[in-house]
């Protein structure tokens, strides 16, 4: 009882003490500049759930996506090869290049070019598919049911991942 | 009165008057996002969470059944889907999954960015994220959103006293973090 009471009256105490700094976050809070925001709220989330409705019809889909890119990649890849007068059997000059194809020397320095745009083309890829991995993991989470997503924080935090 | 003229504002809105959906959104939501960005500590995540609540209310009005007010209703829509962002951002940020619709928004104005005293609201909310989520969250709807314990209760589901004790904690930890410097 006496207990209460005391932590009733250091509550008090503390609000006081509290109530000036609060007071500042209050005037914050009821700002008029704060009415433009609230003004355009209503206007802003309907437009945006008349948007969400109308493009449901070509919502995200990750299987879409990575066809896509294969597809891309594929394209580029093969405009970036050039099949044509790399084999010459016939000339005794030829250095082994590190993509596999036997190249005569005047070739070789044209290849290191070819080379430096298969490495940027790479990291190109790569970032595409970490773009890509970003977003669909992102998006695929959004998509995540309340229970789903409670299923994978328990397990998270079970883990004491989080 | 409140609750007579909330419940007349459903029926119209349920008869199909969009007008009275517009003024029960008017109404409410300075209190959704109030709350949502005293637990979030910023506009953006605010903003998204109050028109995430907008919308659950135009598409599940039709089955509020006013065995509550429509403001602990509200709220209580309001209090599940902040703590769900919260636990959303955590998750995302442990795959280190980047939110970048926000990356471009440094120009967007928060409303924060009007007002005066900005650095002394900045030090309240750094305060409010250095205690955890539970405390944070009775101590808003005590301190900012007046409620009594009774009605924090039947929005949290949690029992008084265990809210009393919370807010206990909070009040002390934030009267030391602001009277830190």
Excluded at chain 1, 1 to 21: H, P
Excluded at chain 1, 46 to 71: Q, T, V
Excluded at chain 2, 8 to 20: M, R, W, Y
Excluded at chain 2, 118 to 139: G, H, M, S
């Amino acid at each position: 009882m006496k207990n209460n009471k005391s932590e009733f009256e250091e509550i008090e105490l503390l609000e006081k003490q509290l109530s000036k700094k609060l007071g500042t976050y209050k005037e914050f809070k009821n700002s008029e500049n704060n009415d433009r925001y609230f003004n355009n709220l209503h206007y802003k989330t309907m437009s945006n759930l008349e948007e969400k409705g109308s493009k449901s019809i070509f919502s995200f889909n990750p299987a879409i996506s990575y066809a896509m890119l294969f597809i891309l990649s594929f394209t580029i890849t093969f405009q970036l090869i050039d099949f044509s007068d790399k084999v010459t059997l016939n000339n005794e000059s030829y250095l082994f290049s590190e993509t596999s194809l036997w190249l005569e020397e005047g070739d070789y320095f044209s290849t290191i070019l070819d080379e430096d745009l298969d490495l940027d083309f790479a990291s190109y890829i790569n970032s595409e598919l970490n773009y890509s991995s970003n977003t669909s993991l992102s998006d695929e989470m959004n998509q995540l049911t309340e229970s789903e997503f409670d299923e994978i924080y328990k397990n998270l935090k079970n883990k004491k991942i989080l | 009165m409140d609750s007579v003229e909330d419940k007349s504002l459903v029926e119209e809105f349920l008869n199909g008057n969009e007008i009275a959906f517009k003024k029960i959104v008017d109404k409410y939501s300075q209190k959704i996002y109030w709350h949502a960005r005293g637990m979030l500590n910023n506009h953006f995540d605010a903003d998204e969470v109050t028109q995430e609540v907008i919308i659950v209310l135009y598409n599940k009005l039709n089955t509020f059944n006013f065995e509550s007010n429509l403001y602990t209703w509200i709220y209580r829509i309001t209090s599940t889907r902040t703590l769900n962002f919260i636990r959303k951002k955590k998750v995302k940020e442990f795959f280190s999954i980047s939110d970048e619709k926000f990356d471009n928004l440094e120009s967007e104005s928060d409303i924060q960015n009007n007002y005066e005293k900005k650095d002394e609201i900045e030090r309240i909310e750094k305060a409010l994220q250095k205690i955890p989520t539970k405390q944070r969250e009775v101590f808003i709807m005590r301190n900012f959103e007046e409620m009594t314990y009774k009605e924090i209760s039947e929005i949290t589901g949690k029992s008084v006293g265990g809210l009393k004790a919370n807010y206990f904690h909070a009040l002390k930890r934030i009267t030391e973090l602001l009277n830190e410097e």
